[in-house]
């Protein structure tokens, strides 16, 4: 029997595929500490669980296919808080933002279309991507430069007939970068330009550690036709089980397309949807700035620990919860392997994403990892100890002890 070609090329998840490994880990009485997933601990706002409860309607039914009117309704005026004015039309309700992904490149892209997306990137794109029939032409970007990449001499050489959309998550997952409103507008005059979809993912649109007012690339109306939003109540309440997320777009053709999707696959989750429009009614400043400084909180106490360790650079966030380090082993991969069978220290061990899944050039990533700070200050400073203990008997056990640089 054959199989899709398009599903065969995908790749497993770096942040999940080594779950099998973290089972038979703890089954033999080890705890690992986990850095690899963006799974965060706060507490979920109680107005979630409060909304479902009291959902009385004596029979559960479908939802209709774009959503329920209380969510979206609930997402519009979110976003008119900060100056963006959308219809209800504008917005579907999806299964997270990974749907709200899936249904964009399922709707833009035929075999052979080709996204400019800024490479340390999200491995999920590639599968979304990849299954649409497209491809990803990775920008280069480096730690030196902070994972800048939004210049033209950067992005127009890539340009080719094939081009359909520029994606850009911001803040930045993997990296923490954070696009400026000059990046953005530049980001936007070339897609107008060439007559490109601009896609942004801004699930983590709050946790910008500068304090500077939220904001969206749907601000741009100048570029409505252009601009397709991504979105999601996962980072922002805390609520990733729920899975509600939102496609937001003002081109009215795209939105019609996605509804054929989204009628195909009937609706989102009626009662996730209730819950997350509770979520956005009670939404109060000082609660999403008390999330934003404990993500701080971590963020320091992750760099002052990553600083100890010989060897390891790391980047600086400006945003979201993720750091992207380069460790002195030959392969970060085999390292995670060996730290989930192998390695431990007074029974516990770690483990985080391995860095070659984020990129889509061949071989880059390959001593590099993604961390993500989810978890309390001293359970990441615990992680990030057993991290430099398991580099030290990983690099013992192949025979490059004391070297800082393979």
Known sequence: MKFSSKCEACSLSPIRKFHPYVVAAEAAGRRVLHLNIGQPDVETPQAFFDAVRDFRNPVLAYAPAGGVDV?????????????????????????????ALQLTAACILDDGDEVLIPEPFYP????????????????????????????????????????????????????????THEE??????????????????????????????????????????????????????????????????????????AMKICQGRLCAATLDQVGAAALYRGMMPDYL???????????????????KLPGVTHSSPEGAFYVMATLPVDDAEKLQYFLLQEFEDHGETVMYAPGEGFYGTPGKGKNEVRIAYVTNPAELTRAIELLGLGIEAYNRKNGKAGEAHL
């Open 71 to 99: 969510y979206l309704e609930a997402v519009r005026d979110y976003y008119g808080s900060f100056g963006v004015s959308l219809e209800l039309e504008d917005i579907l309700a999806t299964f997270g933002g990974s749907e």
């Open 289 to 307: 700035r008390s999330v934003r400084d404990e993500y701080g909180r971590r963020k320091d106490a992750l760099v002052s620990a990553l600083s």
């Open 184 to 257: 953005q507008r530049l980001l936007v005059d070339l897609c107008k330009e060439h007559g490109l979809f601009l896609v942004g993912d801004e699930v983590y649109r709050e946790i910008i550690y500068s304090g500077k007012a939220l904001s969206s690339l749907l601000e741009f109306e100048d570029a409505a036709e252009h601009i397709i939003v991504t979105d999601s109540i996962s980072k922002r309440f805390s609520s990733c089980g729920a899975r509600v997320g939102a496609l937001i777009s003002r081109n009215r053709h795209f939105m019609e397309l």
């Open 124 to 179: 999920n794109y590639d599968t979304f991507i990849g299954v649409a029939g497209g491809k990803i032409v990775p920008i280069p970007t480096t730690a030196e430069e902070g994972y800048r990449f939004a210049r033209r001499e950067k992005i127009e050489p890539l340009i080719t007939p094939r081009t359909k959309a520029i994606m850009v998550t911001n803040p930045g997952n993997p990296t923490g970068a954070v696009l």
